[in-house]
Structure formats: C-alpha cells, structure tokens
C-alpha cells in the first residue's frame, strides 16, 4: 500500500493514527445539527435559515459553512432555486448588540442593582459541561445559574426565567450569540431590565464575572477534571450555592459574599 502511494511506511502508519483536526471534528457537529433542523422543519429549510436557527440556538456558524456542508451530506431544501448571495449578518441580529453602559464601573453599592453574566466551559473525563452564571456586581454573589451540555439561548434564558428572588435593573454581558437572540431579548423588556454589552474582543469590560470563572476552574474544575459530567455537576452546585457565597472569603470584599451582603442590609437598615 505504502509503495502504491508512494509514501514511506512510517508516513502512512502516521497518517492512519492521526487524530481529526479541530476543524473536522466542529464541521461533523456541525453536520449533526444541520441534519437535526433540516428534518424538524421537514425539508422545508435552506442553508441561509437553518444557520439563522443555529445561531439562534448558540451555534456559531455561517450560512455559508452550511451550505458547504449540506451539499457534502446531499441535502436541499424544497423549491430551493439559486439566489443572489446576501453577505453580512441579517439585521435582527445586528440590532441586537447594546451598549457598554456599565462602563468598568465594577464597585456599586446597592444589592441586585447590576448582575453580569457569561457562559465558560467545563471539561470532565466524559465531555464537556457548560456553565452560565449570573452574579451580583455588589456582593459579587452567584444569584443564578444553568449548567448544560450544550450552549443553546435557553443556558442563559431559563437561570432568569426560573429565579425566585428580586431581578436586577440591569444585566451586563457579552455579545454572544444567545445574548443577542430574539428570547433572551424580550425576556429582558419583559422585566424591564437593561442590557449592557462589552465591546468586541475586550474581555477586560467583563473582569469580574471573567475573574469568577478563573477561580472556579482553579479551585474546582482543573483538580477534579477526571470526573464525569453527572458529578461535576453536583460540585459545581454545591461550589456556586454553599461555598463560593457562604465559606469562601472573598478578596475585594475581605470577607464571604454572604457575610458582606448581610453587613450592607444591616447598615442599610439603621439609616
């Protein structure tokens, strides 16, 4: 075999042990989810709207990788005919993107005034975890969290849709996709809550829930990483709802989340 390739043996039997490319592996999920919206709208979806699906769902993706792929797996949508393309992202999502209205102005007073929020990922022996947390700026408490296997809009929707507690006036975050979409959106208006984005690429506008994710990993993740996914996410619960605001003593604050919260009602109540 190696003489019909015209390859030295060594070559060929390192061809063969070659683990897929990142890229490979993206694209044949990729191919798994094009497949899954393609048969839940029976056909009746094209590259351009099944990407807009995806990137609703928290995919990132383009409807011209799409395309590429659905040709690859032999799919086309019904009455499909040759349009001119359209470059860009559509509109709807592009009104979506807010402004950096918290500024970097981390040190607030008032409890539950502004939350910021992201999505980090989670490695375990089995796969991958995602977490979505959402914590306040002033007693830099996790207020709410979703732990997932995929990154879909609802990792961030439900943490607020299912709180018991008081909503903040404003939430801060970046300008994933599953921020932007129409759900998390009208979730937002419906409560009344304004949204602040970081800028593009600027992480630093996001330091303190960026800061959190660093200290979980370090703490939590990185010496328990051969856990599966179903234990990992019973230490992530117990870490974010007993731990992080109840025993651990923060920094900044010099003293558990819980304990400064509990110090400002206090204070707060004597005026």
């Not at 409890?111 to 990922?121: G, R, S």
């Not at 961030?156 to 507690?165: E, M, Q, T």
């Not at 419906?190 to 800061?211: C, F, K, L, Q, R």
């Amino acid at each position: 075999m190696a003489r019909l390739l015209s390859v030295t043996r060594q070559g060929y039997y390192e061809w063969i042990k070659r683990k897929p490319s990142q890229t490979k592996l993206k694209h044949q999920f990729l191919e798994g989810e094009i497949k899954r919206v393609f048969q839940e709208h029976k056909g009746r979806y094209g590259s351009p709207r099944i990407a807009l699906q995806l990137y609703d769902e928290g995919i990132e993706t383009n409807k011209r990788v799409v395309a590429v792929l659905m040709r690859k797996m032999g799919l086309c949508a019904k009455g499909y005919h040759r349009r001119t393309p359209s470059y860009g992202k559509s509109k709807p999502i592009e009104t979506a993107v807010k402004e950096n209205l918290l500024n970097r102005e981390f040190d607030q007073e008032t409890i539950d005034a502004i939350w910021v929020t992201d999505i980090t990922y989670i490695t375990c022996s089995d796969g991958r975890l995602y977490l979505s947390t959402y914590i306040d700026l002033t007693t830099r408490i996790p207020r709410c969290f979703a732990v997932k296997t995929h990154m879909r809009k609802d990792i961030v929707i439900n943490p607020l849709k299912y709180y018991k507690g008081t909503l903040p006036k404003m939430i801060h975050s970046d300008r994933g996709s599953q921020y932007r979409s129409y759900d998390y959106q009208e979730l937002l208006e419906i409560h009344g809550i304004t949204h602040s984005m970081s800028e593009p690429g600027t992480p630093v506008d996001n330091a303190v829930i960026e800061s959190y994710h660093r200290s979980i990993k370090r703490e939590l993740i990185l010496p328990n990483r051969h856990k599966t996914k179903a234990e990992m996410k019973v230490l992530i619960e117990d870490y974010l709802m007993d731990y992080y605001p109840n025993k651990r003593i923060h920094t900044k604050l010099k003293m558990t989340p819980k304990k400064f919260e509990s110090q400002l009602l206090m204070s707060s109540n004597l005026l």
